[in-house]
Every structure is written in C-alpha cells, then in structure tokens.
C-alpha cells in the first residue's frame, strides 16, 4: 500500500469511529462481547411505522435476537414517510452496517440505497413486504401472502355461512351483499393478499351469491393507501352513502388488515349498524384490539402472523450471511421483483376468531389472558 492509500484507510478509519461516536440512538447498541469476527458486526434494521402494533413487535423481536447472537443493532421506524426510510437506510449504510433487514414502505423507492448497498458489500434482506425493480435484493423472508388473502376470502364465506366450518360448501345462496378493501398499493404484499381473496371469491361473485353493490372490485379502486385506518373509514362512509341509502344492509367486508377493520367498524356503527349486528368483517395481524373485538362479536376473524417466527427467520437469514452459512429458503419462484426472483423463506399464517383465538393466540403464549381483557 502507497502512502496515499495508508492515509485515506486512517481517514477512512476515523470516520468510521467519529460515526461511531455520534450514532448513539435510543435504538444502537454495543455488540455483546465474544463470538466470531462477524459477530460484533452491526446490523441495520429498518421498519415502516409504530402506529401498527406488529411492526414494534417485529423490529423488537429481530433486534433483540439479533444482540443476544452478539451483534450490533440499529433499529428505526419511518413513521411511514418514504424520504424518512430513505435517509434511515443512508444513515445504516455510512454507519458502516454489514446488512440491512427493511421493511419497505414502498417497494420501488429504495434502489439507490441498494445500489449504495450492494457497492459497499452490504447484504439485503427484505422484511415481510418484497422490494421491487432492484436486483440487490439478496433474500426475502414473509408468510404466504397469497394464501393469507385466500384465508381472508374463506373466512368471509364461512362467516356469512356459504361455507361450514370444514370449507364446505353449505347450499346458502344469499345474496349477500359484501363490500372489498385492499392494502396499500405501493406494497407488494396488498396485491397478492387481493389476488388470493378474489380468486376464492370470484365464484361467488359470478353466480350472484356475492353482490357488490358499489360494483367497485378492481384493486386500484379498493385499495387503501399507507393501510391508513381513517382513509378505510372514509371510503365505508361514501360506500354507505352511495350504495346503501335505501335501506339495503352489507352483510359482510373483505378487510385485509386489522387497522382497516376498525375504520370500517367506524363507519359502519356511525352509520347506525348496531355493534351486535354488524358486517362479517375481516383483518389481519391479530392487534390485541382486534382480538378484543372479536372476542366481543364485533370483527368476525383475522389472520395471525407471527411475527416472532419471521423475526427468528430474519435473524437465522442475518447470521447464516454473517458467518459465511448457507442461507436455507423454501420457495425460489413466487417473489419476482422485476429483476429477478428473489429467495425466500416463507411462513404459515393462521384463520383466528372467537372459536379458536384462546387456542391459538394464548396457548401459543402471543398473548395473556389479561392482554385480551
Ligand atoms: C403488510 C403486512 C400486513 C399488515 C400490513 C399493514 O405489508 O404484511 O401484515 O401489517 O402491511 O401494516
């Protein structure tokens, strides 16, 4: 090495450490002592908001599984603000981070933080949402998105009583009149929950057991943008408005998220439906006040994910990178990104209502009792 080369490494070096020095966020810890070179190593993890319950418990779980394996950890959330997660994805890689584990807000916005990235030799995990359009996506790990709008979509149905319990078929014809949501456009995810709704759907709609009434089915229309309860709030109130002046009721919503679902219930109960009497409604993520509402007969099921699993996948995905390991996926076909198919580990979700949420959600130790009174 020349004696240039020598003194921009010291430089380089001392930036580093200044960084170092001044990067002591509420969130960056110091490395547990012990372990390999790479452990010690910092890992950035980049989350998109707190006004949902699942993303501080995500970030929560993956950071301290992350520390208790002797790594380093910088955890932000963007408050759903998409210059936000840019300048925090910056920041993690001038930090000097060595992976990067986002949660997007929007899968298309961050292909010069990746290109920035995958330059400096950071490797790229994308969290539960998939990122698009940028080939530096390393791996993926998420539950089956399409199957999770497939367990929304049945759920719906056994609820209104088309189907029984064993997914069978019950001979009801109704019609029923069922009003659709989706998810955030810009999120990857939204499309194949949408996509794996409608394809359960679809009969029913066509033989007339389903009837939308507003006659708004395409995803562009019922999609919901950020997921922001109040705009799902809003859309319900102009659907009632419009389409169930004259005294026809709704009979059920395809919700894709538990935050929607209480917008919804919003509308609905300003709208004079009585909280016994409301919709079969949907969700996803199993909130506790979602749960609660479920156990009170208001919200009918949701989808329960979790998160702590992902997060152990994360984690496992991180130090299997870390440590030289070969990194274990079970699907390499669904998650195009368009540039490439990205590996993924993908997770099992589950129907939850109020037969089997103590099953599930208090067995399964997500919640305590007293959580869910
Ligand atoms: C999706 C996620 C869902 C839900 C939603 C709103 O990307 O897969 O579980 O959390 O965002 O936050």
Redesign the pocket.
């Known amino acids: 090495m020349n004696k240039k080369a020598v003194l921009a490494v010291i430089a380089a070096g001392a930036l580093v450490v200044s960084l170092a020095a001044c990067s002591s966020t509420r969130t960056t810890t110091p490395a547990a002592s012990g372990g390999t070179s790479s452990k010690g190593a910092l890992v950035g993890i980049a989350m998109p908001t707190q006004t949902?319950e699942?993303?501080i418990k995500d970030g929560a779980a993956i950071k301290k599984d992350l520390e208790a394996l002797g790594y380093k950890t910088d955890l932000e959330y963007a408050n759903n603000d998409i210059p936000t997660q840019v300048q925090q994805i910056s920041t993690m890689i001038t930090k000097g981070a060595k992976v990067l584990v986002i949660a997007s807000i929007d899968g298309t916005a961050l292909s010069t933080q990746l290109d920035n990235a995958a330059a400096a030799g950071i490797k790229i995990v994308a969290y539960?949402?998939l990122i698009n359009g940028n080939k530096n996506v390393d791996y993926y790990t998420t539950f089956d998105?399409y199957k999770v709008g497939v367990q929304q979509a049945t759920s719906l149905l056994t609820g209104l009583g088309i189907l029984d319990d064993s997914g069978k078929e019950t001979g009801k014809k109704g019609p029923f009149n069922v009003e659709l949501f989706a998810?955030s456009p810009d999120?990857n995810?939204a499309t194949f929950f949408y996509n794996g709704a409608m394809d359960t759907l679809k009969k029913y709609i066509d033989d007339k057991t389903i009837v939308v009434q507003s006659g708004q089915t395409d995803f562009k229309t019922v999609a919901t943008l950020r997921?922001d309860p109040a705009t799902a709030q809003k859309r319900m109130q102009d659907l009632l408005a419009k389409s169930y002046s004259a005294g026809a009721k709704v009979n059920g919503v395809l919700s894709p998220?538990d935050?929607l679902s209480i917008g919804i219930i919003s509308a609905l109960t300003a709208a004079g439906y009585a909280t016994n009497a409301l919709p079969v409604i949907t969700g996803?993520?199993a909130e506790v006040g979602s749960v609660k509402s479920i156990i009170a007969g208001q919200q009918y099921s949701t989808i329960y994910?979790d998160t702590r699993k992902l997060g152990k996948e994360a984690v496992t995905i991180v130090d299997n990178l870390l440590t030289g390991k070969k990194v274990t996926v079970n699907d390499t076909k669904s998650y195009d990104n368009g540039k490439k198919v990205v590996p993924t580990f993908l997770l099992q979700s589950v129907v939850v209502t109020k037969a089997n949420f103590e099953d599930v959600l208090v067995t399964g130790g997500y919640y305590t009792d007293a959580d869910l009174k």
């Open positions: 949902s699942r993303w539960d949402r998105n998810g999120d995810n997921w998220y935050g996803q993520d994910k």
